[in-house]
C-alpha cells in the first residue's frame, strides 16, 4: 500500500505537467511516512485512503522543505537538502508548489477531511514561527514549548489519524487522542536524539538543537535541576557552537541531573495516553507504530 | 464592502490567536485588491462573497510575500518589503501561514469553488519557478513566456471571477474569461510599466525586469524587430545592471522598433476580449476595471 501511496504522490506531481518540478521532486528524501501509515491502517477499507495519505505527505514534504530553509539544514535524513543542493529559492519554491497541489487534491475530498488537514496545516506553519520566536533568546517557559510542539508537529499527525477515521465514519475522538499524543512523542523522542545519538546516526550535526537556540525539553527539565552555578554555565553555552569539552559537560549533565531519564520517561507517558485510546477501536498496528517510535535508540 | 473584506482579512488572521502573527501582518501592503474586487461585483449578492474575496486576497498576499523573497525585493508599493524588514525567512514563514490559513477557510466554501481557487495557487506557484527557470538565460519563446504568466498572474484572477459566479450559481465560463485577459494585459501592462515608468512611480527600481533576466513581451518584440548587430547589442544587456546610456539606449529602441506600441496594443487587445466575454452578463462594474487598467499610465 505505500508503494501506491509514493505512485499516486508521483503522479500528482506529475499532472502539473512540469520537467522541471518532476525532476526536482525526484530529489526529495521521502523519510519515514509515518503520516501515510497511520492513514492506510485506519481507512485501509476506504477509496480515497491512498490518496489522502499521497496528499498529507506531500504537504508533509513541503513543510520540511521550507523547514529546512528556515533552519539553514543542509542535510535531511542523511542526504543533501533540496536547499543545499539547489539554493534556498528553489526549495521555497518547489514546497510552495506541493503545498498548493496538495492542497487541491485535497478539496476533492469530502469538506469535513479537507478542514481537519487544513486547520493542521494552518497549525503546523504557525508552529513553524513560534519555534523561530523561541530560539530567539533562552526561555524556560514548558507550557509555551508544549504548544509550539503540538503546533509544529502533533497537530499534522493527530490529523492524519482523525481524517482517516472521518474518511470511514468512524467516531475520531480517539484516534485523534492517539494521534495527538503520538506526535508529542515523537517530536520530544527527536528532541532526546538531537543528545544522545551521533551525528552519522541522526544523518545531521548532533547536539544541535541548543545550538540553534531550540531549549527542548530535555534542556527544559535539566535548567529546572541544575544549582545556580550550573543554570549560568547552561546559559552560557546557549547558541554556541560547542567544544568537546563543553558537549561533554551538557551530556554529563543531562544524565546526573536526571532530565534525559525523565524526558524518556514523558514521551513514554505520551506513548501509552496513545495506546490507551485507541485500545477499544479494534484497528490493527497503531500500536505498534507507537512502541516502535518509542523504542527508537536513546 | 472592500473595508469588510480588509475586517474579514484582519479577523482570520486574528483567528490564529498568536500576537507576533497579528503584527507582523499588519506590516503586509494591502495593495489594489482587484482580485476582491471582482469577487464583490460579480457575487455581491451572496452571503459567502466577503469571506471568499477575504481568503483569496489572503492568499495572494502569501504569494507576494514569497515572490519578494525570490526576487530579492526590498520594496513592495513603494513600502519596505516584509522580506526587507523582518528578513527572508519572517516572510516565507508568514507567506506559508496565510496560504494555510486561507487554505482552511476555503475548505468551508463550496468544494466546486475551493476547487477553482486552488487549483490556480497551484498554478501560480508552478509559474513563479517558471519564471525564475526562464530568467537563467535570454529567451524569445513566446509561448512560454504567455504560459508562464497564465500561470503566475493570470490563473487567480480568472479563478476569482470563475469561483465568484460558481458561489452565485452564474453560468460562469464568460468570467472565466473575462478574468483570464484581463489577468494576461495586467501582467503586460506591468512589464510596460517597469520600462516607460520611474523608479518613483513604480515604487521600485525602474527598468529592473531585463536586468533580472526577465525576457518580458516588449523585450520579445524587440528582440524580433532589431537587426543582427542591435539583437547583439540587446544580449549584451540581459542581466546587466544598466549605465544610463545603455538605459536610454533601451528605451530608443524600444521606441523605434515598435516594440512598446505592439505591446500596449497586445494589452489593448486582451481587454478587449475581456470586455467581449462579460458584456452580456448584465454584471455592473466589470467593464471599468479593465478599462482602468489598460489606461494606467504608459
Not at 14 to 21: E, G, H, K
Not at 249 to 273: D, P, Q
Not at 286 to 297: A, F, H, P, S, T
Request: some cysteine; glycine content about 6%; aromatic content about 6%.
Amino acid at each position: 500500500m505505500l508503494e501506491l501511496v509514493e505512485k499516486t504522490m508521483r503522479e500528482i506531481v506529475a499532472s502539473l505537467d512540469d520537467a522541471r518540478v518532476c525532476s526536482l521532486y525526484e530529489g526529495v528524501p521521502s523519510g519515514k511516512r509515518l503520516r501515510a501509515k497511520l492513514i492506510l491502517k485506519i481507512a485501509s477499507t476506504h477509496p480515497d485512503a491512498v490518496k489522502l495519505a499521497a496528499i498529507v505527505e506531500l504537504i508533509h514534504a513541503a513543510s520540511l522543505l521550507h523547514d529546512d530553509v528556515i533552519d539553514d539544514a543542509l542535510t535531511r535524513r542523511g542526504v543533501d537538502s533540496i536547499n543545499a543542493r539547489f539554493g534556498n529559492k528553489t526549495a521555497i519554491m518547489l514546497g510552495d508548489i506541493l503545498y498548493s497541489k496538495g492542497f487541491f487534491e485535497l478539496c476533492a475530498l469530502p469538506s469535513s477531511v479537507a478542514q481537519t488537514i487544513s486547520n493542521a496545516v494552518a497549525l503546523l506553519s504557525l508552529g513553524e514561527l513560534q519555534d523561530v520566536e523561541l530560539a530567539q533568546r533562552f526561555h524556560h517557559d514548558k507550557a509555551t514549548y508544549d504548544q509550539m510542539i503540538y503546533n509544529k508537529t502533533a497537530s499534522l499527525i493527530e490529523a492524519s489519524a482523525k481524517a482517516a477515521a472521518q474518511l470511514v465514519g468512524k467516531p475520531w475522538e480517539p484516534f485523534a487522542t492517539y494521534g495527538r499524543n503520538l506526535g508529542l512523542a515523537f517530536q520530544i523522542v527527536d528532541d532526546i536524539l538531537d543528545i544522545t545519538q551521533d551525528s552519522q546516526t541522526l544523518g545531521k550535526p548532533a547536539l544541535n538543537d541548543f545550538a540553534e537556540g531550540k531549549t527542548t525539553l530535555p534542556y527544559l527539565y535539566m535548567y529546572e535541576a541544575l544549582n545556580t552555578e550550573d543554570k549560568a554555565m547552561l546559559l552560557s553555552l546557549f547558541g554556541v557552537v560547542l567544544s568537546p569539552s563543553q558537549a561533554a559537560w551538557i551530556h554529563e549533565k543531562m544524565h546526573t541531573s536526571g532530565a534525559l531519564s525523565r524526558s524518556i520517561a514523558h514521551a513514554k507517558r505520551l506513548g501509552k495516553e496513545a495506546l490507551d485510546a485507541i485500545g477499544e477501536t479494534g484497528v490493527e498496528g497503531l500500536d505498534k507504530v507507537v512502541i516502535q517510535m518509542i523504542e527508537r535508540e536513546f
